[in-house]
């Protein structure tokens, strides 16, 4: 008699998230349930989806970066905001030279 075995790996594994248990009052019920409807979404997906956008608008989300930020033609990375590049910035310059600091 042959015993069969199976090999199981961690692709094979369930994906384990923790539950959460919540008290809505009828207001937030019914808002659930007609959200689940309209989109053919699982309630846990509202609610998981609602946390997503609630941290999106509410959340920091670390450091700030400013767009358009890196080497343009004058190869000068922190050209828009180093101060010593800065300090002429919009002064009048008469025959093409800068003012000297």
């Known amino acids: 008699m042959t015993k069969l075995t199976k090999r199981h790996s961690l692709r094979?594994?369930?994906?384990?998230?923790p539950t959460l248990q919540i008290r809505l009052d009828q207001k937030s019920q019914r808002t659930?349930?007609?959200?689940?409807k309209q989109l053919g979404w699982s309630r846990s997906r509202v609610v998981q989806e609602s946390v997503r956008l609630l941290a999106a608008c509410r959340?920091?989300?670390?450091?700030?970066?400013?767009?358009?930020?890196g080497e343009f033609e004058s190869?000068?990375?922190?050209?828009?905001?180093?101060?010593?590049?800065l300090q002429h910035?919009?002064?009048?310059?008469?025959?093409?030279?800068v003012p000297e600091a």
Do not use: C, W, Y
């Open 89 to 97: 910035f919009g002064q009048e310059v008469r025959s093409g030279a």
């Open 59 to 69: 959340l920091p989300r670390g450091r700030q970066r400013v767009i358009g930020m």
């Open 75 to 85: 190869g000068i990375g922190d050209l828009g905001t180093n101060k010593a590049h």
């Open 12 to 17: 094979d594994a369930p994906i384990v998230t």
């Open 32 to 36: 659930l349930e007609r959200l689940a």
